[in-house]
């Protein structure tokens, strides 16, 4: 369950271990370059090109509704001037209808581009995400097995929703801060030039602090999904290995290990919302300032005739518009630097080289015989450790093969590379004298199936796990196929029948039931070559005897690889392949292997050892 040496993802950005995790236990969170940033927006940019014309609207809307908020402190200021100091109340009533239908069609303008902005964020957020489940998808299983699960759900949950988040808002609200304060500059050097030199005093004060705290922020986003991606994946295994925790009392623990992550994501939270906090505070106490300079100034230009009350009015209210958006910018930097630093995150994963495409000349097999011939394959999961070493054997049509040997040996990598879910190092898989890199390897897989010991059945109807086989089957097939694998017994014993819908997995069946149903899928599927992996550890003595028989059927003229467990299996195979420490050490029946007196005499005398794979008593 450890995690540590796992990789988040696999760029040749800097990692760095975050600090508070004890000894041998780091998260390595990966900082960006500059570039990178620059790339993933320019990428994410790609998802939105298309609704290039609802942007362009939604922008014209939020221009519009910025100019027109701006209209209100000059109408304070003709108000004060004009009607109150005159005492013109007709007018000023006048007047303040028309602000209130002003700012009534502002609002009207920000509300519709909210509306259009939302409809095109959300659906290119979903391209994004389709992308990436798509990437997924087609990823080789090399992949997963360096990565925690949970680091990659969460690319595919916070970090896209972090990016929606982001832009339904962002964008719009830096465009119309831009807007604002330039229309509010504009405004007040058209009332007065003198004042708005006075009032602009401090932007570059403003600029400087936001520029020095965005710089800290943008880090500390990233390191916060990075940690959070990793805290997701001690949830999810912790999840999925419930049983195995309770069973050694580890709940303890486990609770630490989390919490220790906990401890991680809170620190880089705090660390990336420290810089970002000191700009509220900041910001307002330069505009409080600002306001006391425009009022004192001010009020001295007024005995001077500089300028009128109406006007330092109007400032002291334009001074706050255009310090609040000021203010809001770097914030929505932040946020935007945020979504930046999740569109790295997604597209590292959607970078991945997905599985090798099918070769040009590649075929597509429909009908088979079923010879499957291995030439001197050698493979490996890691660089430098070699699973197998130099594999060759032959198999006819339509027969059987058990698959024996101690644990570990590489019985399960064979049946791994024949569906190709690795490729070969060296050396060759042939299915009916062809290469297996030389057909389609959709085509390929249709021609397997496959029964492992532990089933993933998914948590929809009975009925839907089985029709998985072949998604057009009929529920008379689906039924028919219940009944070929001794399934249909069990099935109408469920509290809905075939309508019962299973946990995640598929925990509230047996092992041996979920079997059954897994062999009901391979029925329907009508595989030509099958991969079976029977069951070791103990199932009900009537479940298990189903279990055989529809595996036997399932069998029946059809080429299979057996990773066999139960001598009654081994003894029936027509060839049995000695597998040890990633060799073939011995081939041939039953009867041939035992009168060799050699590794498998061995292996089956000593079927009470600890090591060995027949151990399972004769059924
Ligand atoms: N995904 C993987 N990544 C790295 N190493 C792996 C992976 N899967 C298996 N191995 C290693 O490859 C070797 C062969 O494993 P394999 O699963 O083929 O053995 P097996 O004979 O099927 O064992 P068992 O009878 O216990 O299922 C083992 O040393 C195992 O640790």
Do not use: C
């Not at 109150?84 to 502002?106: A, K, T």
């Not at 759900?153 to 830096?174: A, E, G, K, Y």
């Not at 100034?297 to 958006?325: L, M, Q």
């Not at 009867?591 to 009470?608: H, I, N, P, V």
């Amino acid at each position: 369950m450890a995690f540590d040496h796992r990789k988040p993802d696999s760029t040749s950005s800097e990692t760095r271990a975050v600090p508070g995790l004890g000894p041998g236990r780091h998260f390595a969170v990966v900082t960006s370059k500059p570039e990178d940033s620059l790339n993933a927006l320019k990428r994410l940019w790609q998802y939105f090109q298309g609704y290039r014309w609802q942007l362009i609207v939604v922008f014209i809307l939020v221009g519009f509704s910025s100019l027109l908020m701006l209209a209100g402190p000059y109408f304070i200021g003709k108000a004060i001037d004009e009607y109150i100091v005159p005492r013109d109340f007709r007018g000023l009533v006048r007047l303040l209808v028309f602000m209130g239908f002003v700012y009534l069609l502002s609002s009207l303008f920000y509300w519709l581009q909210g509306y259009l902005m939302v409809n095109v964020v959300q659906r290119g957020v979903a391209r994004l995400r389709k992308d990436l489940f798509d990437t997924l998808q087609a990823l080789p299983l090399r992949f997963f097995d360096t990565r925690p699960h949970g680091d990659l759900m969460s690319r595919l949950t916070n970090d896209v929703d972090n990016i929606s988040n982001s832009l339904s808002n962002t964008i719009t609200q830096m465009f119309s801060g831009i807007i604002t304060i330039l229309g509010a500059v504009v405004l007040m050097l058209w009332m007065s030039p003198e004042l708005t030199a006075v009032s602009i005093a401090g932007i570059p004060l403003t600029l400087l602090v936001t520029r020095l705290v965005t710089r800290h922020t943008h880090r500390g986003f990233l390191a916060q999904q990075t940690i959070l991606g990793n805290l997701n994946g001690i949830v999810e295994e912790n999840i999925s290995g419930l049983r195995v925790v309770k069973a050694f009392v580890r709940e303890e623990s486990e609770m630490e290990r989390f919490e220790e992550a906990n401890q991680a994501l809170r620190e880089a939270g705090v660390r990336a919302q420290i810089y970002a906090g000191v700009m509220g505070p900041f910001m307002n106490v330069i505009n409080n300032l600002n306001l006391a300079i425009i009022a004192g100034v001010g009020g001295w230009f007024a005995t001077r005739e500089i300028v009128s009350i109406g006007t330092i009015a109007s400032f002291i209210v334009y001074s706050r518009h255009f310090t609040r958006p000021l203010n809001e910018l770097a914030n929505q930097f932040n946020m935007l630097q945020s979504a930046v630093a999740s569109a790295e995150r997604i597209f590292r994963v959607i970078d991945e080289s997905p599985e090798p495409p099918d070769a040009e000349e590649a075929v597509e097999f429909k009908e088979i015989r079923g010879e499957v011939e291995f030439r001197n394959v050698s493979f490996s999961y890691q660089r430098g450790v070699p699973v197998l070493k130099n594999v060759s054997f032959h198999v006819k049509p339509g027969q059987m093969v058990a698959l024996v040997g101690p644990t570990g040996a590489g019985k399960t990598t064979i049946v791994n590379l024949l569906a190709r879910f690795y490729e070969v190092d060296s050396g060759e898989i042939l299915i009916d004298g062809v290469d297996i890199r030389k057909i389609k390897k959709e085509s390929l897989r249709s021609l397997l199936g496959v029964v492992l010991q532990d089933t993933y059945l998914f948590s929809e109807s009975v009925r839907e796990n089985i029709r998985y086989g072949r998604l057009s089957a009929t529920d008379e097939e689906v039924e028919e196929a219940a009944r070929l694998a001794n399934a249909e017994q069990f099935i109408l014993g469920l509290p809905q029948g075939y309508d019962t819908i299973l946990t995640d997995g598929g925990e509230n069946l047996s092992q041996g039931q979920r079997q059954l149903l897994a062999i009901a899928r391979v029925i329907l599927k009508d595989p030509a070559i099958l991969i079976l992996d029977e069951a070791t550890s103990n199932i009900d003595v009537l479940t298990e005897k189903h279990v055989q028989s529809a595996m036997l059927n399932l069998m029946r003229g059809r080429t299979s690889f057996v990773i066999a467990h139960r001598l009654s299996t081994i003894r029936s195979a027509d060839l049995i392949l000695v597998i040890n420490q990633g060799e073939i050490v011995e081939q041939g029946t039953h009867q041939e292997l035992l009168e060799k007196e050699g590794f498998y005499y061995r292996l089956y005398t000593s079927q009470f050892g600890l090591n060995s794979s027949i151990s399972v008593p004769d059924s």
